[in-house]
């Protein structure tokens, strides 16, 4: 299980520049929020000029986070020297690793060790400093009908978060995916897309120019064969939320030289779909030579549509918490079944009428033991899982990664 820092009460999106400081109430906790931090926990914050000035950020002591003291809001001091109209954000990070000395942004360091040990830090969306005066509180503490006005019409509902995904050590290969604040399932990130992304950020490292390393697991070693060889590889994303795990996978193989076609599709439900292409477009310039789109694959439909340039085929699928419904199997299933059976098209794979078929790469971590008869289902419409690997990050049950592919 992960824990993540981030709002209870959210910053506003504007800020007079008379008032003393911004009220935030911050708040660590898993990633469905129902389960709170239970160890104290410094938590400091930054101040992020907009635009971003280079060099490093000074990460100042705000509090000490203690989950008896949940809805205590905390006043975070107005950035040093703001002036009217500026923007800045407001970052709230754990005690820091070296990544933070380095960069002008609190980061998630993909390839981290320690992965998921410390609660992953938040960043706001930009708070404008207006002008006006500032309507302070009555004596006794009640606020004037103008400040409660102020204050509920203006709170952020929008928050970012920032990975280093790196593969080869340049510095500033950083994916920022925006996600909200609201439950909406397909709005946040969950700990098994994040945990899906730091093992393909450590995985695809170890497998060096040369060849593999260190990889014992025959369909593992062809999964990562697929991904980096100069063939062209065609990807889609299931019930891809943020799109967080097809973003992080298109900047690691931008940093992989290739001259073939690469190309991820994140597919979701329709409602998805435009946090999904913000979050694309926000990092467009991390995978020029990838190419990366969004679409809607709904599970419940029973024909799915794949771009020209995919000419029908599909080498690796990809699912990170898609299974905490089991009423969806069937239609998970189904859609698996038929993206496994894709047949060929006969003008562009003339004389190869039976494509090898995809290997789909999931991540699971159980809510439910009922979940498990997934593997029995997919076994059901000719498709193997095994479990390749495990990731624990803070404790409770780890993200497992499972394997599938054709039974032959
Ligand atoms: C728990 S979220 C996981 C999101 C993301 N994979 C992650 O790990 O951060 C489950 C995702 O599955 C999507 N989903 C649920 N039912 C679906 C369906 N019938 N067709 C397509 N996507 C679906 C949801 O919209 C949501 O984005």
Redesign the pocket.
Known sequence: MFYYISFLRPPPCSCLLSAPSVLITPQIAN?LRTELYDDACDLYFAWLPLPPTHGTVGFEKLTTWRSSTLYKPVDVPLPRNVKLGQQWRLALCAPFDGHHKKHELPLIDLAATDFGNRPFPVLSLPISFISGSHVGRAPGGKKTKASSALTKSEKQEEIERCFFVSSTGEVNTVVTIKEQTSF???????????A?SSWLRRKIALFKDEGPVEHDLAKELELFARLLSNESCNLA??????G??GIALAALLQTRQSLAPRNILV???P??IPLIQHNISANAGLYTSVSLAAD??????VSHQLPPEYNNRIDVII????T??TA?FP??IR?LKSLFSLPAQSSTEEGNPSPTPPLALL?YKERDPSERTLWEMARGVGIHFEQIDAISGAGGDPVEIWLGSAVV
Do not use: H, Q
Request: proline letters at 0%; aromatic letters at 6%.
């Open positions: 990633d909406d399932l397909d709005k946040k990130i969950w700990d098994s897309g994040l899906l994303c299931l019930g891809t939320g943020t967080l795990v597919t979701d439900l409602s998805a809607v694959l709904d599970w419940d439909e699912m990170a918490d898609v905490y419904n969806s239609s998970l859609t991540a």
